[in-house]
Nanobody, 124 residues
């Protein structure tokens, strides 16, 4: 069982930056691939980024590539999402997710554990 708690969301102007954190419970955090997803009002939850258990592999949605960076600190049981050059269309609730697997996944249904989400609002 893994419990995930996101933090770091807020209101920022277009072009600004935010850093999201996701703290995980449990001693086996390093066994899990981690992902960030987002959901805007009246939209489906969509993939943002994912990182392998070791942090050696990452993958991004085209919409955030070059602007967002995912990383993890297994000693702190935490995964991060650095978001730069934010746009109004990045406004959404951001969720972190976990799956005990060595592979990377972009599909919502592949992840077993989810946080409660943190709101990110980008004003124009």
């Amino acid at each position: 069982q893994v419990q995930l708690v996101e933090s770091g969301g807020g209101l920022v102007q277009a072009g600004g930056s935010l850093r999201l954190s996701c703290a995980a419970s449990g001693r086996t955090f390093s066994w899990y691939a981690m992902g960030w997803f987002r959901q805007a009002p009246e939209s489906e939850r969509e993939f943002v980024a994912t990182i392998s258990w070791s942090g050696g592999r990452t993958y991004y949605a085209d919409s955030v590539k070059g602007r967002f960076s995912i990383s993890r600190d297994n000693a702190k049981n935490t995964v991060y999402l650095q978001m730069d050059s934010l746009k109004p269309e990045d406004t959404a609730v951001y969720y972190c997710a976990a799956r005990r697997d060595a592979r990377l996944f972009v599909d919502v249904e592949k992840y077993d554990y989810w946080g409660q989400g943190t709101q990110v609002t980008v004003s124009s």
